[in-house]
């Protein structure tokens, strides 16, 4: 079946822009992460939705950073204000319960951000 | 808190046994242990999981002592493709859902 997908896969924008970031997790899967990965880092929990609510959003940095999940598929990552520190590549994750090393995370491609 | 040790990178060669080993304490009781790896330009993907003891699968083996705390992810004679980085994660004690990621050990392999 399908895996996870994200869109844009880039995405280019000047600082003081807001953007969103798209994610697409496998069908069924109850659990959606949201990561940030910097060159040679490894990632940077971000948010962690079960359902529709987000379970754990200790991970966003500021208040710049909201993450949705209206209908407990989709989620868009929003990011208002950028930064050129936002400069990264967000990577998605969806399993199907969530919240245990247990629970197998299937990531997307990510989608990498560059702010200018 | 959970915390997770692993070495910032490796060097083998093709044919040779490599192993990782991560140190982590104050894990999660009921939670096992798993490992990812990650090319460039990818997200990371699930290599093994355990909980004690040794597990093996048709790509790598985990060692997990009895006191849980480390864990070695062992890959039999690697080949060039694997080439990436390895993360071990782990679940926070005394929490429902919190997870810990290893900085991950960017191994490379050599002909």
């Known amino acids: 079946g399908a895996g996870v997908s994200q869109t844009p896969s880039n995405k280019v924008t000047e600082k003081g822009k807001y953007v969103e970031l798209r994610c697409d997790p496998i069908?069924?899967?109850?659990?959606l992460y949201w990561y940030r990965q910097s060159l040679g880092q490894g990632p940077e929990f971000l948010i962690y939705?079960?359902?529709?609510?987000?379970?754990?959003d200790s991970g966003l940095p500021n208040d710049r950073f909201f993450a949705v999940r209206p209908e407990g598929s989709v989620s868009t990552l929003k990011i208002q204000r950028t930064e050129r520190g936002d400069s990264a590549v967000y990577l998605c994750?969806?399993?199907?319960?969530?919240?245990?090393?247990?629970?197998?995370?299937?990531f997307g491609p990510g989608t990498r951000l560059t702010v200018l | 808190l959970a915390k997770t040790t692993q070495p910032i990178s490796m060097d083998s060669y093709e044919g040779q046994e490599v192993n990782i080993t991560c140190s982590h304490n104050?894990?999660?009781?009921?939670?096992?242990i798993t490992w990812y790896q990650q090319f460039p330009s990818q997200g990371p993907r699930f290599i093994i999981q355990?909980?004690?003891?040794?597990v093996t699968n048709e790509v790598a083996s985990l060692f997990i002592p009895a006191d849980r705390k480390s864990s070695t992810l062992s890959l039999p004679r690697v080949s060039l493709s694997d080439t990436a980085v390895y993360y071990c994660?782990?679940?926070?004690?005394?929490?429902?859902?919190?997870?810990?990621w290893g900085a991950g050990t960017k191994l490379i392999i050599k002909p």
């Open positions: 994660l782990v679940g926070e004690e005394d929490s429902n859902y919190q997870l810990i």
């Open positions: 104050n894990i999660a009781t009921n939670d096992y």
């Open positions: 355990g909980y004690k003891t040794k």
């Open positions: 069908s069924g899967h109850t659990a």
């Open positions: 939705f079960q359902g529709t609510g987000a379970a754990d």
């Open positions: 994750a969806s399993s199907l319960v969530g919240g245990r090393a247990l629970d197998t995370q299937y």
